[in-house]
C-alpha cells in the first residue's frame, strides 16, 4: 500500500544547532504536504505546509523542502531550542478535501 | 485562537461497552475528522465528515464506529462494542475547507485517551 515514512526515528540536537528531519512519500498523486509536531498528550500541531507546485518555503525559524522527483520531503528547524523537543509527523494529502496520511515520526531531543 | 476541543480527555471503558467521543470543531469549519493513534504509533486517519455525511473513511472505520453532528457545534465517535485493539488516543480535526484546493490547515484537537480492559 501507499504509505509516507520517515528516515531517522530519533534525532538528538545540541541547543543552538539545526535540525533537519527527513520524509518519504511514495504517493506520488498528493499534491499537499505538511508538517506537524506533537508534544507528548498533545494533539498534532501545524507546523508548515507545501503544496507541490513549490520546491521549498520557509517560517519562523522553520523550512519545509519538497522534491517531487525522489518523493522526499524535509523540515529544517534553524537554533533549535528546547521547546523544539517533540514528535514530528510529515503528512501527505491527495487533492481535494481528502484526509491527512501521516508519517511514523521523529523524535526531536534537544540537548541544552 | 480558535481551538478544537475535545471531551473527556480520558475514557476508561470495558470491553464491549459503547463509547462516545466529544469534539467541539474550530466554529466556522465545514469539514470534520476523526483520527486514532495507537501508543508509539502514527496517527491514522478514522472518517471525515461534511455536509451532515461521512464523505472517505478508512478501512479501520467498520459498522462498530460511527460519527454524528448532533447540533451545530459538536461533532461525536461513537464505539459501539469496543475490542481491546481499540485502545489509542482518539484526535478530532477540523478544516475551513473554503481553498477549493484542499489545502485548507487541518487544525487538531488535544485527543481523548481511550483505553478498553
Known amino acids: 500500500g501507499e504509505s509516507v515514512g520517515l528516515h531517522l526515528p530519533t534525532l538528538s540536537v545540541q541547543e543552538g544547532d539545526n535540525s533537519i528531519i527527513n520524509c518519504a512519500y511514495s504517493n506520488s498523486a498528493s499534491d499537499y504536504f505538511i508538517w506537524y509536531k506533537q508534544e507528548s498528550g498533545k494533539g498534532p500541531q501545524f507546523i508548515i505546509d507545501i503544496r507541490s507546485n513549490m520546491d521549498k518555503r520557509q517560517g519562523q525559524r522553520v523550512t519545509v523542502l519538497l522534491n517531487k522527483t525522489v518523493k522526499h520531503l524535509s523540515l529544517q528547524i534553524a537554533a533549535t531550542q528546547p521547546g523544539d523537543s517533540a514528535v514530528y509527523f510529515c503528512a501527505e494529502k491527495r487533492p481535494g478535501n481528502t484526509p491527512l496520511v501521516f508519517g511514523k515520526g521523529t523524535r526531536l531531543s534537544v540537548i541544552a | ?117
Open chain 2, 1 to 117: 485562537e480558535p481551538e478544537v476541543t475535545q471531551t473527556p480527555s480520558h475514557q476508561v471503558t470495558q470491553m464491549g461497552q459503547e463509547v462516545i467521543l466529544r469534539c467541539v470543531p474550530i466554529s466556522n469549519h465545514l469539514y470534520f475528522y476523526w483520527y486514532r493513534q495507537i501508543l508509539g504509533q502514527k496517527v491514522e486517519f478514522l472518517v471525515s465528515f461534511y455536509n451532515n455525511e461521512i464523505s472517505e473513511k478508512s478501512e479501520i472505520f467498520d459498522d462498530q464506529f460511527s460519527v454524528e453532528r448532533p447540533d451545530g457545534s459538536n461533532f461525536t465517535l461513537k464505539i459501539r462494542s469496543t475490542k481491546l485493539e481499540d485502545s489509542a488516543m482518539y484526535f478530532c480535526a477540523s478544516s475551513a475547507g473554503t481553498s477549493g484546493r484542499g489545502t485548507d490547515t487541518q487544525y487538531f484537537g488535544p485527543g481523548t485517551r481511550l483505553t478498553v480492559l
